[in-house]
C-alpha cells in the first residue's frame, strides 16, 4: 500500500537508510504520531486561550493577560493545575469504564487529525477514503461521552450523556449528508483530491446557492457535533450543573476539556478543506510557496473557529426538544433537498470554475 | 365597597344565635337572602373593629374561619381573591393568623383575624383550598409558630430542619445561644 | 410557504444579535470594564461619602471630638461599639466630666448602616474610606479608634 | 399481543428525583429545589428553603425603628432603597409625620434607578439561564453605572440604607442630577440593543414563549405580584393602585401582558424598564427644594395599632405589618415578601416542562433568596 503526497513517506525514506523496510514503517508511525500528539496537545491549548480572548473581547472584558506576554501562558499554567489536581470520582462509579472514557474522547479527537491536509506535503495520512474517516471517527468521541456520563453514577451526567447521545445520532446526519452535497462536485472521498479539485475555485465558490447552504447546514451540525453553544445540552450549566463532565476533575476533566478544543479545530478544518479550498491561496497568490499552505489553511480554520466561538458568545441555547425538531424538521429535508438540487447542477455542468 | 356595608353584610352572615334565642336556629350555609330577611339586626358572631388600623379587622371564631374565608372569596360583592399576607402572631395569651385580603375587582381590602388561647395544640383550618399561596404561608406560620392547619395538603416545616426544637417567633421561645437579647 | 419565511425571519434575527456581539468586539480595546484591581490602585479613588469603615479623625494636637456620651453605642444595631469610659477632672472647671478611655470598633460585626454617625452628636467618628479590610487574624478586626494618649478637643459638650 | 407487553414493562420508564441546587448555577443563591423528574419531564417541583434563614422578624422585635431599616436592606438586596423605604413609610404614616416633598421625590427617582438595577441584572441573569452568557455583562455595565449613582450619593452601592423614618441620611450629591441624565441617556440607547440581541433571538423566542404559563386565575390564587403576576395580566402594580411617595405626581403605564408566559413576563420587566425612565425624566429635572429630613425623637414609639404599608419592589409587593403596642420595638413585624409567594407559583409552572424550561421559568420569577428566607 503506498500512501501518496505525505510526510510519512519522507520520514520513512529516511529511516529506510537506517533499518529494514518493516521496522522503519512502525517507527515512521509512531514518530509522525508523537509529533501530531506534541503539536496539537499545544494547539489545542491555545485554542482554550483564544477561546477565552474572544470570549473576553465580545463580553467587554479584557480576558487572561497576566501569565506570559498577553496571558499566552495562561493555559499552559492551567494545565499544570489540572495536571497536579487530585483526581476525585464518585462512589459506585463503573471504575473501569469511568476512567476509560476521557480517553476515548481525546483519541477519536486526535485521530481525525492524522487526515488533515495542511499543506500538500505536511499530511499524515492521505487515504482515499478520507472524509468517510473524518465522519465516523468524529462520531467516536460521543461514546466516551455516553460512557463518561453513565459511569460517573450521576443524574445530572446521565441526563447530560443520553443528550449527547440523541444529538449526536440526530446531527450526524446533517454533517454527512452536507458533506456528501460537496462530493458530488469532487467525485472522491481522498482529501488531496478534493483539494485537487479545488484549484479551479473554491467549492463554495463552484457550487455557488447549493454550496453555500451545505455550508450553513454543515457549519450548524458541526457546532452541535462538538456539543458547544448553542448546541450545548451536554453540558448546559444553568441546567445540568456541568453536565456529563459533572465527576471529572484533574487531567480528565482537561482532557474531555481540551477534546472539545480539537473537535471544534477539525469541524472547522473539514469546513475549511472541503468549502475552502484547504492549503490553496485565495486566486493562487502564494502558489509559488508551496509551505504557506500552512499559513492559509490555518488561517481559514481560525476563521471558522473563530465563527463557531461568535455562535457560542451570541445565542441562547436551544432546548433539547428544540434541538431535535431544527434537526429533523429543518436541516435534513433541507439537505436532502440540496443534495438534488446539486446533482442536477453538476450533470447541468452548471459549476462556476475560475 | 366601604367599610360599613362590608360590616353589614358580612355581620349578617353570622348571624349570633344566642340574640335571637326565639327565632328558629339558622342554617348558616343558607343563602344570605334568607337570613337578612329574618334578623336584620341580628347581632353577629364575628366583632368588627377599625381602631388603631387602616382596615376594616373582623375576628372570627376558628369553627367559622374557613366558612367565612370561602364567602368572602365567592360572594360577588365581596371577591376577595388575592390574600396577600398571612401573618402568624403571638399575642402573648393567644395565639392567631392575620389574614390581609384585597378583592383586584373592587379594590377593597379586609383583615380577617383568627385566635386561640391553646398554646400546646393551636390548630385552625387551612384556607389553601381557597388561595393557593396560603399553602405556603401556612408552612411557614406552622414553622415558626406551631399553629397546625387541617386539611392542608404538605404541612411540614418550610425553613428551619425537622429536629428543630420549638418555635422561634413564638414570644415565649429562648435560645440562649443563638439570640442576642438587647 | 411559512416554513421558508420561518427558516429566514429565524436567520435574521441571529444575524441581528451577532451584529450587537460584533460591534462590541471590534470595539473591545476601548469598550473593556474590566477594573485590573491591584495595578490600579494609585488611580482608585473611592467617593467621599463611601462607607469603608468608622474612623475618629485626630487634629494636629492628638485631639479628638469624642465625649464619650454613648450615643453611638446606643444607635448601633449589631453592639459593633463599645465605649470604656471613665470619669476624669476638668482642669478647667474642676468638675468630674465623662471622657473615653477606648473607643473600640469591631469591623468585623459592622454592617455600615451609618446609624452611629448619624446620631454623633459631636461628629467625633466618620466614614472612612479604605474597603481593603482583608486581615490575617481576625482579632486585627477589633480595633481602638481614639489614638493612646489623645484627648477630647476643649469646647466640646455633648 | 402477549409479547408487546412485556416489551413494554422491561421499558417502563421510572421517575426519579434529582436535587437541584443549594448550589446550582440556576437557582441563583442558596435554593434547594427537589425535582421529581421522568427523563425531561418535570413531575414536580418542591421548594426546600431555609438555608440563609436570618428570622430578620425576630431580630425586628428586639431593634428600634431606626435600626430596623438596614435590616431590610439584607432582603431584597437588589431592590434595597424600595425595602427602606417601605419601612419608612410605615414609621412615618403611623406617626402622621409630613414628609417634605424633596424627599418624596428624591425617594422615587433613586425607588427606579433601583428597579432599573434590578432588572438590568435580571436580564444578564436570565440570558445566562437560557445559554446566552454574553449578556451578563452587559446588563451588569449598565447595572454599573447606577451602583456608582448610589455610592456617590449614598455612600453604598448595595445595602444603601439611604432612608430614616423621616426622611434621608443625606443629601443628594451635587453631580446625583447629572449623573441620572447621562445613565438616562445612555441606558435609552442600550434597551434597544438588549431588544436586538436577546429579545428578538429566534432560539430565546422558542425557549420562553408558551413555557410556564400561569393564567391570571392562577396568578392572583398564588399572591403573585410584581412583573411576574404583571405577565399573566394581573394588573397588581402597587404604584398604581396604592402611591407611595412622589409616584402620585408622575404619570405611566402599567405594563401589563396577558399571555401568562415566561416571554410575557420578560417584556413586562422590559417594559418597566422605560416606564421607570419615563418616570425618572419626568421627576429630575424638578426636584423641589427643601429639608431633606424632618426631626424625629432620637427614640421613636409609634402609636398602639396595626400598621400596613405596601410598596412596589422590582420583584413585587412588598408589604410591611406592624403590630405596635406603643413601645420603642414593634411587637410582631412582619415582611411579605414578593419573592415568597411568587416561588410558591414554581411548582404549578414548571411541571410538565422539561428541565430547561424550569430554568427559565425560574429566571423570569427574579427570585432573590434573601427575599425568601428572610
Given at each position: 500500500?503506498?500512501?501518496?503526497?505525505?510526510?510519512?513517506?519522507?520520514?520513512?525514506?529516511?529511516?529506510?537508510?537506517?533499518?529494514?523496510?518493516?521496522?522503519?514503517?512502525?517507527?515512521?508511525?509512531?514518530?509522525?504520531?508523537?509529533?501530531?500528539?506534541?503539536?496539537?496537545?499545544?494547539?489545542?491549548?491555545?485554542?482554550?486561550?483564544?477561546?477565552?480572548?474572544?470570549?473576553?473581547?465580545?463580553?467587554?472584558?479584557?480576558?487572561?493577560?497576566?501569565?506570559?506576554?498577553?496571558?499566552?501562558?495562561?493555559?499552559?499554567?492551567?494545565?499544570?493545575?489540572?495536571?497536579?489536581?487530585?483526581?476525585?470520582?464518585?462512589?459506585?462509579?463503573?471504575?473501569?469504564?469511568?476512567?476509560?472514557?476521557?480517553?476515548?474522547?481525546?483519541?477519536?479527537?486526535?485521530?481525525?487529525?492524522?487526515?488533515?491536509?495542511?499543506?500538500?506535503?505536511?499530511?499524515?495520512?492521505?487515504?482515499?477514503?478520507?472524509?468517510?474517516?473524518?465522519?465516523?471517527?468524529?462520531?467516536?468521541?460521543?461514546?466516551?461521552?455516553?460512557?463518561?456520563?453513565?459511569?460517573?453514577?450521576?443524574?445530572?451526567?446521565?441526563?447530560?450523556?443520553?443528550?449527547?447521545?440523541?444529538?449526536?445520532?440526530?446531527?450526524?446526519?446533517?454533517?454527512?449528508?452536507?458533506?456528501?452535497?460537496?462530493?458530488?462536485?469532487?467525485?472522491?472521498?481522498?482529501?488531496?483530491?478534493?483539494?485537487?479539485?479545488?484549484?479551479?475555485?473554491?467549492?463554495?465558490?463552484?457550487?455557488?446557492?447549493?454550496?453555500?447552504?451545505?455550508?450553513?447546514?454543515?457549519?450548524?451540525?458541526?457546532?452541535?457535533?462538538?456539543?458547544?453553544?448553542?448546541?450545548?445540552?451536554?453540558?448546559?450549566?444553568?441546567?445540568?450543573?456541568?453536565?456529563?463532565?459533572?465527576?471529572?476533575?484533574?487531567?480528565?476533566?482537561?482532557?474531555?476539556?481540551?477534546?472539545?478544543?480539537?473537535?471544534?479545530?477539525?469541524?472547522?478544518?473539514?469546513?475549511?478543506?472541503?468549502?475552502?479550498?484547504?492549503?490553496?491561496?485565495?486566486?493562487?497568490?502564494?502558489?509559488?510557496?508551496?509551505?504557506?499552505?500552512?499559513?492559509?489553511?490555518?488561517?481559514?480554520?481560525?476563521?471558522?473557529?473563530?465563527?463557531?466561538?461568535?455562535?457560542?458568545?451570541?445565542?441562547?441555547?436551544?432546548?433539547?426538544?428544540?434541538?431535535?425538531?431544527?434537526?429533523?424538521?429543518?436541516?435534513?429535508?433541507?439537505?436532502?433537498?440540496?443534495?438534488?438540487?446539486?446533482?442536477?447542477?453538476?450533470?447541468?455542468?452548471?459549476?462556476?470554475?475560475? | 365597597?366601604?367599610?360599613?356595608?362590608?360590616?353589614?353584610?358580612?355581620?349578617?352572615?353570622?348571624?349570633?344565635?344566642?340574640?335571637?334565642?326565639?327565632?328558629?336556629?339558622?342554617?348558616?350555609?343558607?343563602?344570605?337572602?334568607?337570613?337578612?330577611?329574618?334578623?336584620?339586626?341580628?347581632?353577629?358572631?364575628?366583632?368588627?373593629?377599625?381602631?388603631?388600623?387602616?382596615?376594616?379587622?373582623?375576628?372570627?371564631?376558628?369553627?367559622?374561619?374557613?366558612?367565612?374565608?370561602?364567602?368572602?372569596?365567592?360572594?360577588?360583592?365581596?371577591?376577595?381573591?388575592?390574600?396577600?399576607?398571612?401573618?402568624?402572631?403571638?399575642?402573648?395569651?393567644?395565639?392567631?393568623?392575620?389574614?390581609?385580603?384585597?378583592?383586584?375587582?373592587?379594590?377593597?381590602?379586609?383583615?380577617?383575624?383568627?385566635?386561640?388561647?391553646?398554646?400546646?395544640?393551636?390548630?385552625?383550618?387551612?384556607?389553601?383550598?381557597?388561595?393557593?399561596?396560603?399553602?405556603?404561608?401556612?408552612?411557614?406560620?406552622?414553622?415558626?409558630?406551631?399553629?397546625?392547619?387541617?386539611?392542608?395538603?404538605?404541612?411540614?416545616?418550610?425553613?428551619?430542619?425537622?429536629?428543630?426544637?420549638?418555635?422561634?417567633?413564638?414570644?415565649?421561645?429562648?435560645?440562649?445561644?443563638?439570640?442576642v437579647?438587647k | 410557504?411559512?416554513?421558508?419565511?420561518?427558516?429566514?425571519?429565524?436567520?435574521?434575527?441571529?444575524?441581528?444579535?451577532?451584529?450587537?456581539?460584533?460591534?462590541?468586539?471590534?470595539?473591545?480595546?476601548?469598550?473593556?470594564i474590566t477594573q485590573q484591581y491591584p495595578d490600579n490602585r494609585e488611580t482608585l479613588k473611592m467617593f467621599d461619602r463611601f462607607r469603608g469603615e468608622v474612623i475618629m479623625p485626630h487634629d494636629e494636637n492628638n485631639e479628638h471630638a469624642c465625649t464619650g456620651c454613648q450615643k453611638c453605642e446606643i444607635a448601633c444595631p449589631n453592639g459593633t461599639i463599645e465605649i470604656i469610659w471613665d470619669?476624669?477632672?476638668?482642669?478647667?472647671?474642676?468638675?468630674?466630666?465623662k471622657k473615653i478611655d477606648q473607643f473600640v470598633y469591631h469591623l468585623s460585626m459592622c454592617t455600615m448602616c451609618g446609624l452611629c454617625i448619624d446620631v454623633c452628636p459631636t461628629d467625633a467618628i466618620e466614614w472612612g474610606q479604605n474597603f481593603e479590610n482583608s486581615v490575617y487574624d481576625r482579632t486585627a478586626l477589633t480595633r481602638v479608634l481614639n489614638e493612646p494618649e489623645s484627648k477630647v478637643r476643649a469646647g466640646i459638650e455633648d | 399481543?402477549?409479547?408487546?407487553?412485556?416489551?413494554?414493562?422491561?421499558?417502563?420508564?421510572?421517575?426519579?428525583?434529582?436535587?437541584?441546587?443549594?448550589?446550582?448555577?440556576?437557582?441563583?443563591?442558596?435554593?434547594?429545589?427537589?425535582?421529581?423528574?421522568?427523563?425531561?419531564?418535570?413531575?414536580?417541583?418542591?421548594?426546600?428553603?431555609?438555608?440563609?434563614?436570618r428570622?430578620?422578624?425576630?431580630m425586628?422585635?428586639?431593634d428600634s425603628?431606626q435600626q430596623i431599616v438596614h435590616l431590610t436592606d439584607r432582603m431584597?438586596y437588589l431592590?434595597s432603597h424600595?425595602n427602606n423605604?417601605?419601612v419608612c413609610?410605615?414609621?412615618?404614616?403611623?406617626?402622621?409625620?409630613?414628609?417634605?416633598?424633596?424627599?418624596?421625590?428624591i425617594?422615587?427617582?433613586i425607588?427606579?434607578l433601583t428597579?432599573?438595577a434590578?432588572?438590568?441584572?435580571?436580564?444578564?441573569?436570565?440570558?445566562?439561564?437560557?445559554?446566552?452568557?454574553?449578556?451578563?455583562?452587559?446588563?451588569f455595565?449598565?447595572r454599573e453605572m447606577i451602583n456608582d449613582i448610589f455610592e456617590e450619593t449614598c455612600g453604598a452601592r448595595l445595602t444603601m440604607n439611604y432612608n430614616v423614618p423621616g426622611g434621608l441620611m443625606w443629601d443628594i450629591h451635587e453631580n446625583f442630577v447629572k449623573r441620572v441624565?447621562?445613565?438616562?441617556?445612555?441606558?435609552?440607547?442600550?434597551?434597544?440593543?438588549?431588544?436586538?440581541?436577546?429579545?428578538?433571538?429566534?432560539?430565546?423566542?422558542?425557549?420562553?414563549?408558551?413555557?410556564?404559563?400561569?393564567?391570571?386565575?392562577?396568578?392572583?390564587?398564588?399572591?403573585?405580584?410584581?412583573?411576574?403576576?404583571?405577565?399573566?395580566?394581573?394588573?397588581?402594580?402597587?404604584?398604581?393602585?396604592?402611591?407611595?411617595?412622589?409616584?402620585?405626581?408622575?404619570?405611566?403605564?402599567?405594563?401589563?401582558?396577558?399571555?401568562?408566559?415566561?416571554?410575557?413576563?420578560?417584556?413586562?420587566?422590559?417594559?418597566?424598564?422605560?416606564?421607570?425612565?419615563?418616570?425618572?425624566?419626568?421627576?429630575?429635572?424638578?426636584?423641589?427644594?427643601?429639608?431633606f429630613r424632618?426631626?424625629?425623637?432620637a427614640?421613636?414609639?409609634?402609636?398602639?395599632?396595626?400598621?400596613?404599608?405596601?410598596?412596589?419592589?422590582?420583584?413585587?409587593?412588598?408589604?410591611?405589618?406592624?403590630?405596635?403596642?406603643?413601645?420603642?420595638?414593634?411587637?410582631?413585624?412582619?415582611?411579605?415578601?414578593?419573592?415568597?409567594?411568587?416561588?410558591?407559583?414554581?411548582?404549578?409552572?414548571?411541571?410538565?416542562?422539561?428541565?430547561?424550561?424550569?430554568?427559565?421559568?425560574?429566571?423570569?420569577?427574579?427570585?432573590?433568596?434573601p427575599?425568601?428566607?428572610?
Amino acid at each position: 500500500m503506498r500512501i501518496p503526497l505525505s510526510i510519512t513517506d519522507n520520514i520513512q525514506e529516511w529511516l529506510v537508510s537506517m533499518m529494514s523496510e518493516s521496522a522503519a514503517s512502525y517507527v515512521a508511525m509512531i514518530i509522525v504520531a508523537l509529533i501530531y500528539l506534541g503539536i496539537f496537545a499545544i494547539a489545542g491549548l491555545f485554542l482554550v486561550l483564544i477561546e477565552r480572548r474572544v470570549a473576553a473581547w465580545f463580553q467587554l472584558r479584557i480576558g487572561p493577560n497576566r501569565v506570559g506576554f498577553q496571558g499566552l501562558l495562561q493555559t499552559m499554567a492551567d494545565a499544570l493545575k489540572l495536571v497536579s489536581k487530585e483526581l476525585t470520582g464518585t462512589d459506585r462509579a463503573d471504575k473501569f469504564l469511568y476512567n476509560l472514557a476521557p480517553y476515548f474522547v481525546i483519541i477519536s479527537a486526535l485521530m481525525a487529525l492524522g487526515v488533515m491536509p495542511f499543506t500538500k506535503e505536511f499530511q499524515a495520512f492521505d487515504i482515499n477514503i478520507g472524509i468517510f474517516f473524518l465522519i465516523a471517527i468524529s462520531s467516536i468521541g460521543v461514546i466516551g461521552i455516553l460512557l463518561g456520563g453513565w459511569a460517573s453514577n450521576n443524574k445530572f451526567a446521565l441526563i447530560g450523556a443520553m443528550r449527547s447521545g440523541v444529538q449526536t445520532i440526530s446531527y450526524e446526519l446533517s454533517v454527512g449528508l452536507s458533506l456528501l452535497t460537496m462530493i458530488l462536485l469532487t467525485g472522491s472521498l481522498q482529501l488531496s483530491e478534493i483539494v485537487e479539485v479545488q484549484k479551479g475555485g473554491w467549492l463554495i465558490v463552484q457550487g455557488h446557492i447549493p454550496a453555500i447552504i451545505a455550508f450553513m447546514i454543515y457549519m450548524i451540525a458541526g457546532t452541535a457535533e462538538t456539543n458547544r453553544a448553542p448546541f450545548d445540552m451536554v453540558e448546559a450549566e444553568s441546567e445540568l450543573g456541568a453536565g456529563f463532565h459533572t465527576e471529572y476533575s484533574g487531567m480528565k476533566f482537561a482532557y474531555f476539556f481540551l477534546a472539545e478544543f480539537i473537535n471544534m479545530f477539525l469541524i472547522a478544518a473539514i469546513a475549511a478543506t472541503v468549502f475552502f479550498g484547504a492549503w490553496l491561496s485565495p486566486f493562487g497568490i502564494t502558489e509559488s510557496i508551496p509551505w504557506l499552505g500552512v499559513f492559509w489553511f490555518l488561517a481559514k480554520t481560525l476563521v471558522l473557529v473563530f465563527l463557531m466561538m461568535w455562535f457560542r458568545w451570541t445565542f441562547p441555547r436551544l432546548r433539547v426538544d428544540q434541538l431535535l425538531t431544527l434537526e429533523w424538521k429543518y436541516l435534513l429535508p433541507i439537505n436532502l433537498v440540496n443534495i438534488v438540487i446539486m446533482a442536477f447542477i453538476v450533470w447541468q455542468k452548471l459549476i462556476i470554475q475560475i | 365597597m366601604t367599610n360599613e356595608t362590608l360590616q353589614e353584610l358580612l355581620g349578617s352572615w353570622f348571624p349570633n344565635p344566642e340574640a335571637s334565642v326565639a327565632s328558629e336556629p339558622v342554617e348558616v350555609t343558607e343563602g344570605e337572602d334568607a337570613i337578612e330577611a329574618k334578623e336584620p339586626i341580628n347581632p353577629s358572631l364575628l366583632e368588627f373593629t377599625e381602631e388603631g388600623s387602616q382596615f376594616l379587622n373582623v375576628l372570627v371564631k376558628p369553627e367559622n374561619l374557613h366558612q367565612l374565608m370561602s364567602k368572602l372569596k365567592t360572594t360577588a360583592e365581596t371577591s376577595f381573591d388575592y390574600l396577600f399576607c398571612l401573618s402568624g402572631v403571638d399575642w402573648g395569651t393567644d395565639l392567631g393568623i392575620v389574614y390581609h385580603l384585597e378583592s383586584t375587582k373592587h379594590r377593597h381590602s379586609i383583615v380577617v383575624k383568627v385566635k386561640t388561647e391553646d398554646r400546646e395544640n393551636p390548630t385552625f383550618d387551612s384556607v389553601c383550598d381557597i388561595w393557593r399561596t396560603a399553602d405556603f404561608h401556612e408552612r411557614e406560620v406552622f414553622d415558626f409558630f406551631g399553629i397546625k392547619f387541617n386539611n392542608h395538603p404538605n404541612l411540614k416545616r418550610l425553613f428551619l430542619t425537622d429536629e428543630w426544637d420549638g418555635f422561634p417567633l413564638r414570644k415565649d421561645y429562648v435560645d440562649e445561644i443563638n439570640m442576642v437579647v438587647k | 410557504m411559512g416554513y421558508f419565511s420561518n427558516i429566514f425571519n429565524g436567520i435574521k434575527t441571529l444575524l441581528t444579535g451577532m451584529s450587537i456581539t460584533g460591534k462590541y468586539f471590534l470595539n473591545s480595546r476601548k469598550g473593556a470594564i474590566t477594573q485590573q484591581y491591584p495595578d490600579n490602585r494609585e488611580t482608585l479613588k473611592m467617593f467621599d461619602r463611601f462607607r469603608g469603615e468608622v474612623i475618629m479623625p485626630h487634629d494636629e494636637n492628638n485631639e479628638h471630638a469624642c465625649t464619650g456620651c454613648q450615643k453611638c453605642e446606643i444607635a448601633c444595631p449589631n453592639g459593633t461599639i463599645e465605649i470604656i469610659w471613665d470619669r476624669g477632672i476638668d482642669e478647667e472647671t474642676g468638675k468630674k466630666k465623662k471622657k473615653i478611655d477606648q473607643f473600640v470598633y469591631h469591623l468585623s460585626m459592622c454592617t455600615m448602616c451609618g446609624l452611629c454617625i448619624d446620631v454623633c452628636p459631636t461628629d467625633a467618628i466618620e466614614w472612612g474610606q479604605n474597603f481593603e479590610n482583608s486581615v490575617y487574624d481576625r482579632t486585627a478586626l477589633t480595633r481602638v479608634l481614639n489614638e493612646p494618649e489623645s484627648k477630647v478637643r476643649a469646647g466640646i459638650e455633648d | 399481543m402477549q409479547e408487546t407487553t412485556t416489551i413494554n414493562n422491561n421499558f417502563k420508564s421510572e421517575e426519579y428525583f434529582i436535587n437541584m441546587g443549594p448550589q446550582h448555577p440556576a437557582t441563583h443563591g442558596v435554593l434547594r429545589l427537589l425535582l421529581t423528574i421522568d427523563g425531561e419531564i418535570i413531575k414536580k417541583v418542591e421548594p426546600d428553603l431555609g438555608y440563609i434563614h436570618r428570622s430578620i422578624e425576630k431580630m425586628c422585635e428586639r431593634d428600634s425603628y431606626q435600626q430596623i431599616v438596614h435590616l431590610t436592606d439584607r432582603m431584597d438586596y437588589l431592590s434595597s432603597h424600595i425595602n427602606n423605604e417601605a419601612v419608612c413609610l410605615t414609621v412615618e404614616n403611623a406617626l402622621q409625620l409630613e414628609i417634605p416633598e424633596r424627599v418624596q421625590v428624591i425617594r422615587t427617582i433613586i425607588g427606579e434607578l433601583t428597579r432599573i438595577a434590578s432588572h438590568c441584572l435580571w436580564w444578564g441573569v436570565m440570558g445566562m439561564d437560557v445559554g446566552a452568557l454574553t449578556t451578563y455583562f452587559y446588563g451588569f455595565r449598565d447595572r454599573e453605572m447606577i451602583n456608582d449613582i448610589f455610592e456617590e450619593t449614598c455612600g453604598a452601592r448595595l445595602t444603601m440604607n439611604y432612608n430614616v423614618p423621616g426622611g434621608l441620611m443625606w443629601d443628594i450629591h451635587e453631580n446625583f442630577v447629572k449623573r441620572v441624565k447621562d445613565f438616562v441617556a445612555h441606558f435609552k440607547t442600550k434597551i434597544p440593543e438588549y431588544d436586538r440581541l436577546l429579545t428578538g433571538n429566534v432560539i430565546f423566542q422558542k425557549r420562553t414563549k408558551g413555557v410556564g404559563i400561569l393564567t391570571k386565575e392562577d396568578a392572583i390564587s398564588f399572591g403573585v405580584s410584581g412583573p411576574v403576576g404583571r405577565g399573566s395580566g394581573f394588573s397588581c402594580d402597587v404604584r398604581k393602585y396604592h402611591p407611595y411617595s412622589a409616584l402620585d405626581k408622575v404619570t405611566f403605564n402599567e405594563a401589563l401582558r396577558t399571555e401568562g408566559d415566561t416571554f410575557a413576563r420578560y417584556s413586562v420587566r422590559i417594559q418597566e424598564m422605560w416606564e421607570s425612565l419615563s418616570i425618572i425624566e419626568q421627576l429630575i429635572d424638578n426636584i423641589p427644594e427643601g429639608e431633606f429630613r424632618v426631626k424625629t425623637n432620637a427614640v421613636i414609639k409609634l402609636p398602639k395599632g396595626e400598621f400596613y404599608q405596601k410598596v412596589e419592589t422590582a420583584r413585587g409587593e412588598l408589604g410591611v405589618y406592624v403590630i405596635s403596642t406603643g413601645t420603642k420595638n414593634p411587637y410582631r413585624l412582619k415582611f411579605r415578601s414578593p419573592g415568597f409567594s411568587n416561588l410558591s407559583a414554581l411548582s404549578h409552572m414548571a411541571t410538565g416542562g422539561k428541565i430547561g424550561d424550569l430554568v427559565a421559568t425560574m429566571a423570569t420569577l427574579d427570585l432573590v433568596i434573601p427575599d425568601i428566607d428572610r
